[in-house]
T-cell receptor, first 115, second 109 residues
């Protein structure tokens, strides 16, 4: 499968615990994005990387959230001291920036439930 | 920031009929307008997109139109089939996308 891969698919954690999600983008895609989606809503942009550089962070990304893409390939999203409001689907997408196209392809997402 | 409004929130059509979903956006700098289909438990799937220098684009049963002056764009699905049933999202922006709230489309046989 050459699509965007996210792990784990589901995560249940207790409030106050830290969680980390992983995203493997489509091979050779230089841009990687994280979005959050709550029930009945569209995805909301959190942050994006071009290669290993994190170029933009949404105001939705509080200090408890950190994302990395150390070698410009896979990325991790960590949430520290989780809160019930963090419960959502966390989506990763990747794209290959060219002059003509910025189509972003999404993974299946990681569903986080904070109890 | 960018605001994307999407209508209707739910749409029910009979198999073979057409479905139209409309979106408006607020940021005149937006130049890219994709549409995504999301099935239950899955990530959004890109189905068609249009750039700001084009007014219309078609791919088999799916078409998208863009009116930059009025800041609105629409998705048209013709000859709908039950497997078209899903939630459809419009989005606008550049590298970071702003999504609408989605339209739940139900195609009944």
């Amino acid at each position: 499968d050459t699509g965007v891969s996210q792990n784990p698919r589901h995560k249940i954690t207790k409030r106050g615990q830290n969680v980390t999600f992983r995203c493997d983008p489509i091979s050779e895609h230089n841009r990687l994005y994280w979005y959050r989606q709550t029930l009945g809503q569209g995805p909301e942009f959190l942050t994006y990387f071009q290669n290993e550089a994190q170029l933009e962070k949404s105001r939705l990304l509080s200090d408890r959230f950190s994302a990395e893409r150390p070698k410009g390939s896979f990325s991790t999203l960590e949430i520290q001291r989780t809160e019930q409001g963090d419960s959502a689907m966390y989506l990763c997408a990747s794209s290959f920036r060219t002059a003509l196209s910025t189509e972003a392809f999404f993974g299946q997402g990681t569903r986080l439930t904070v109890v | 920031g960018e605001n994307v409004e999407q209508h209707p929130s739910t749409l029910s059509v009979q198999e073979g009929d057409s479905a139209v979903i409309k979106c408006t956006y607020s940021d005149s700098a937006s130049n890219y307008f994709p549409w995504y289909k999301q099935e239950l438990g899955k990530g959004p799937q890109l189905i068609i997109d249009i750039r700001s220098n084009v007014g219309e684009k078609k791919d088999q049963r799916i078409a998208v139109t863009l009116n930059k002056t009025a800041k609105h764009f629409s998705l048209h699905i013709t000859e709908t089939q039950p497997e078209d049933s899903a939630v459809y999202f419009c989005a606008s922006g550049g590298y970071a996308l702003n999504f609408g709230k989605g339209t739940s489309l139900l195609v009944t046989p």
